[in-house]
């Protein structure tokens, strides 16, 4: 069945071919309909997120070839810095009207971390200022909330972990739309009170977020809301390309050779892979070979463990512990199609103690000036591994992708940098306290 | 008391538009099978062509993943709840 048109009368939700045809000719979008991942069988674009026959997730798909014709490089630099320079390789069907700036954040190289970690040549997809809530989720919801509107919704909603709770809440209240997030209630206090000065609705789950993600699956079709990882998710998800789109522009039109992603769905390097893919199917880049690897915390490493032992079984872990709240899903969504992109591209994956964790955002801080949350410094610490064990040649082209702002996970790490050193406002004090200070010792 | 089944929204088709299903069983299987009888085409949907669940596809009892119990010979009992819930993406 794979590629063909489905026409079952007794499915509403299949699209017909007409349907297909007459949103093809559009001008308005190269988004042609839904397509299921597992048996290939089409859709039309509602908010539905899997496939009747085989709960397969559905993906969007695009005209490639009309796209092939119109989007270059020229094209693309001519336009405002946001992810919605890539438009056309967006799910919406009209112009965006939720998040028109989100994206387009720094890609800094890094050369004091790169020496510290004993490379040639790294780089920091810095989405820690992403806009408008310092998360990468800004990209998922962006498009999430505009396809929402598109569709007529009044209220959206979502399942989080944390930072998408504080995306849906801020842009839905820009946009005017009323939102409902629901969280594990034992999140960081920060990332709650980011998402209830928005006004949003805030549900506290007793659980963790797979049973927070299990009951909004369950309550997505009910009320008639837009939940942007339910019945949304297929626009929601693409969102996420535009952090591989932009890193390929940043870095003068071409692929990393590595770029390491952390993993909690899985969802984010799929939809890297997909990025630098699309960019060479339709003419944007050249063929060139690349890796994409993953980065779990241990104390929630289900797909890193499945990558370990070389297995495309993905075993759920029912209790997750770990500091990495915003990686702590047991029952990752995509974590198979996570392992095909890895496999696919030759990539790797691995996973660190939360000690390393703390390591890692240290690193980060100290050697690059970028304060990240804690899945950042998974992404550093397992970075470090890949170099160290050979997987990641240190000689070749790396982008660490980091997702938030360490300002949201400030709990984790506050016990771990020290102390301010407190004094009075006196001369005398102060000379006193600096006095065996290395930079007072090198200037006296 | 039968065995409460809650059906996701994209298999309701097969269910008149029913939620809520009753049915009975000592298991998994045979609750699978016995939806299946009284609602034909519901067992291909949630399993594959080997008899297994779906990579896709979540069955609790009672709150617990039957995947950290014993898969489709997880026991059941009267009075029971199962949901059938597809996997979604993170957040």
Known sequence: MRGTFCFQQSVPSLATLAEITINMSDNQTYFSNLKCRECGRLYAKEAIHICEFDFGPLEADYDYARIAGCLNREVI????QSMWRYRELLPIDGEPTVGAQVGFTPLVRADRLARHLGVDELYIKNDTVNYPTLSFKDRVVSVALSRARELG?????????????NSVAANAAAAGLTSYVLIPANLEKSKIVASLVYGTQVIGIQGAYDQVNRLCSEIAGKYGWGFVNVNLRPYYAEGSKSMGFEIAEQLGWKIPRHTVVPMASGSLLTKIHKAYKEFIKVGVLEEAPFSVHGAQASGCSPISEAKKKNTDIVKPVSNPQTIVKSLAIG???????????????GGSAEDCTDE???????????????????????TVACARKLIDSGKIPRHESIVLCITGHGLKT?????????????????LREFEALVANDSAVQTTA | MPIQVRIPAPLRKLTNEQEIVTTEGASIADVLANLNAAHPGLFERICD?????????????????????QEKATPVKEGDEISIVPAIAGG
């Not at chain 1, 630099?77 to 405002?80: I, V």
């Not at chain 1, 919704?153 to 709770?165: E, I, P």
């Not at chain 1, 000036?369 to 950042?376: D, L, M, N, P, Q």
């Open chain 1, 77 to 80: 630099a001519s336009r405002p």
């Open chain 2, 49 to 69: 062509e080997n008899g297994n669940v779906r990579r896709f596809v979540n069955i609790f009892v009672n709150d617990e993943d039957i995947r950290f119990q």
């Open chain 1, 331 to 345: 029952t990752p969504a995509d974590g198979y199609y996570a392992l095909r992109s890895m496999a696919q591209t």
């Open chain 1, 356 to 378: 390393e964790v703390l390591r890692g955002i240290r690193d980060l801080a100290e050697y690059a000036g970028i304060f990240a949350e804690t899945a950042g410094g998974v």
């Open chain 1, 410 to 426: 400030q709990e984790a790490i506050a016990d771990h940098c020290g102390e301010p050193r407190v004094i009075n406002p006196s």
């Open chain 1, 153 to 165: 919704f009044q209220v959206v909603a979502c399942a989080s972990t944390g930072n998408l709770a």
